[in-house]
């Protein structure tokens, strides 16, 4: 079993390149599929969840082909809906995205359960399943109960319509604009998602011929079209991932120029950063963090865009764990995501949960521990404590950070970071 091995107390200093957006990337790969063509994207992050997209493109008859480090060719010619089981579905969450693409362009998806992270409550699919029968789809087939164990839509034709969510879903607005984008009619989803991922897929979905105004905003309205065709499109900067370099640079009092990025996606984590008296300088596609003494304490609540995002909520409770003083943090997107801070008192920080809120009590030092990476974002919250805590941390379970961090030990080395990525016998 491999853990990331970190000797904590290094600042980091030096320049990070940004990798593409994960979040836009495993809704932009299942797009693909609308169209009977060849497809070039670039800045495609290397990391397990796209590998794993890959491999359900290439199971459902695609080619897929690395031109270089981060530009993916994909040719969708022979694709077929075939039903995707679950050893392929449960490696990530967007899986279900082939659900929408699958049912736009063959009016029938049948998509085993996805897996991705889990944070304690559980993550609900009703509204995608609202959506797709909202555009005439039937889920499951009439007379078949519901299975819990895959979705399967079916349709005659998809037939636009008015789609209303009760709850902001970023997974139910691009499930729905994959499927109605081939709708006959035109669909409106209000109170939609307006994640930078979901107007990168718009973008990119435009660019396939595909009629998608509105994204950004709440209301997306989409004109069905029956004639896509492939296209060459770049993948937007991560913006979790910037917000996790900004975050590690600041908590270890460093000085880092963080390259690859879109400064207005960063808006909400770069006000709370300076909130807590770290300087961010933002330049045109990067930013730079400068920290220095020990940082004020701040309040932070998590909402969707374009609200603090739920993805930094681990990151930055790490680095308030570490302030002078008391913050609150308030998690209003899941229901339970502060699994970590079991992992995070193991490293002596103060914190009680409190329903929806963490009362974090701002230590002045953590110590190195033997901690795991309870999910992708919580990996990334460790990787940070370890960073910064006194002597050795291993972190173990780190699956979960390869799934969204791209060249994460040699990035952070590059600044001066000890963390190594070693090999351990299996635990029983
Ligand atoms: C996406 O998950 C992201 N994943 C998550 O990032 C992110 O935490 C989340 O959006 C919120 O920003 C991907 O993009 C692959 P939601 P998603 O549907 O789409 C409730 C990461 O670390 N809900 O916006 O699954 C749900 O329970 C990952 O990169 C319903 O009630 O999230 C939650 O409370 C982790 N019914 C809220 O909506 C539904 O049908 C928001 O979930 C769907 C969702």
């Known amino acids: 079993m491999e853990k990331y091995c970190i000797h904590g107390g290094k600042r980091l200093t030096g320049t990070i390149d940004i990798s593409g957006a994960k979040n836009a990337a495993v809704a932009i790969l299942p797009a693909t599929v609308l169209a009977s063509d060849v497809f070039v994207i670039e800045n495609v992050p290397r990391i397990s969840d796209i590998f794993a997209m890959v491999q359900i493109l290439e199971e459902l008859g695609a080619t897929c082909k690395f031109l270089n480090k981060s530009t993916l060719e994909i040719d969708t010619r022979n694709v077929q809906s075939r039903p995707l089981s679950s050893a392929l579905t449960k490696c990530l969450r967007a899986s279900y995205y082939f659900a929408g693409s699958l049912l736009g362009r063959f009016n029938y998806a049948s998509v085993a359960t996805p897996g991705g992270c889990v944070f304690g409550g559980t993550r609900p699919m009703d509204m995608h399943i609202k959506g797709f029968m909202e555009l005439g789809a039937m889920v499951p087939p009439a007379n078949v109960p519901l299975d819990p164990e895959k979705i399967e839509a079916k349709a005659d034709k998809l037939i636009g319509s008015y789609i209303y969510f009760d709850k902001v879903s970023v997974g139910a607005t691009i499930n729905v604009m994959l499927a109605a984008v081939r709708a006959r009619g035109i669909t409106v989803i209000e109170n939609a998602a307006r994640e930078p991922h979901i107007v990168d897929l718009a973008n990119f979905l435009n660019l396939m011929g595909c009629k998608v105004m509105g994204a950004g905003t709440n209301s997306i309205r989409i004109e069905g079209r029956q004639d896509l065709h492939g296209t060459n499109y770049s993948i937007i900067p991560d913006q979790i991932e910037a917000g996790t370099y900004m975050v590690a640079a600041a908590a270890t009092k460093g000085d880092v120029l963080i390259r690859n990025v879109i400064p207005k996606h960063l808006d909400t984590i770069t006000v709370k950063l300076r909130e807590c008296g770290v300087t961010v300088e933002e330049f045109d596609d990067s930013v730079r963090i400068c920290a220095e003494g020990r940082l004020k304490p701040c309040n932070l609540k998590t909402l969707p865009h374009p609200g603090f995002p739920t993805d930094m909520q681990p990151q930055f409770t790490t680095l308030l764990a570490m302030c002078d003083g008391m913050s609150v943090v308030t998690e209003s997107v ?11 008192r193991r490293m002596k920080a103060e914190v009680e949960i409190e329903g929806k809120h963490a009362i974090v009590h701002g230590v002045e030092k953590l110590y190195g521990a033997s901690v795991i990476a309870n999910d992708l974002r919580a990996g990334a919250a460790m ?21 969204g961090y791209e060249d994460i030990v040699e990035k952070l080395q590059a600044c001066g970071a000890d963390i190594c990525r070693k090999e351990f016998p299996d635990e029983e």
């Open 383 to 403: 990787v940070i404590a370890g960073l910064c805590a006194e002597g050795e941390t291993c972190i173990g379970d780190i699956y979960h950070i390869d799934r």
């Open 334 to 344: 899941w229901d339970n995501r502060f699994n970590y801070l079991n992992q995070l």
